[in-house]
């Protein structure tokens, strides 16, 4: 069982930047993969990025590529992801999700932090 708590989130100005946090509590975390996903209004959740815990390897979604980093702080237990350059298409709800490694889909989720941004 994991448990993951989003924060972060708020209404910031196009152009700025911001960092999500997400904190995970559990058994055997390091055997997990976490993800952020988001949400936009009316839209489908798709994936953002993921990092490996044990080893800190990370992956993109293509749309996200330069804009968006994933990070770990082992010692606090959290996975961050910075937006720089934020645009009014960023605007969504922004989860986090765990998966045990080797597994495709995601078990444990967040309750999601809220991102808007007004250009």
């Known amino acids: 069982q994991v448990q993951l708590v989003e924060s972060g989130g708020g209404s910031v100005q196009a152009g700025e930047s911001l960092t999500l946090s997400c904190a995970v509590s559990g058994r055997s975390i390091s055997s997990y993969v976490v993800g952020w996903f988001r949400q936009p209004p009316g839209k489908e959740r798709e994936f953002v990025a993921s990092?490996?815990?044990?080893?800190?390897?990370?992956e993109y979604g293509d749309a996200e590529k330069g804009r968006f980093t994933i990070s770990l702080d082992n010692a606090k237990a959290t996975v961050y992801l910075q937006i720089n350059s934020l645009k009014a298409e960023d605007t969504a709800v922004y989860y986090c999700?765990?998966?045990?490694?080797?597994?495709?889909?995601?078990?444990?989720w967040g309750q999601g932090t809220q991102v808007t941004v007004s250009s």
């Open positions: 990092i490996i815990w044990r080893s800190a390897v990370t």
């Open positions: 999700g765990a998966r045990l490694r080797g597994w495709a889909e995601y078990d444990y």
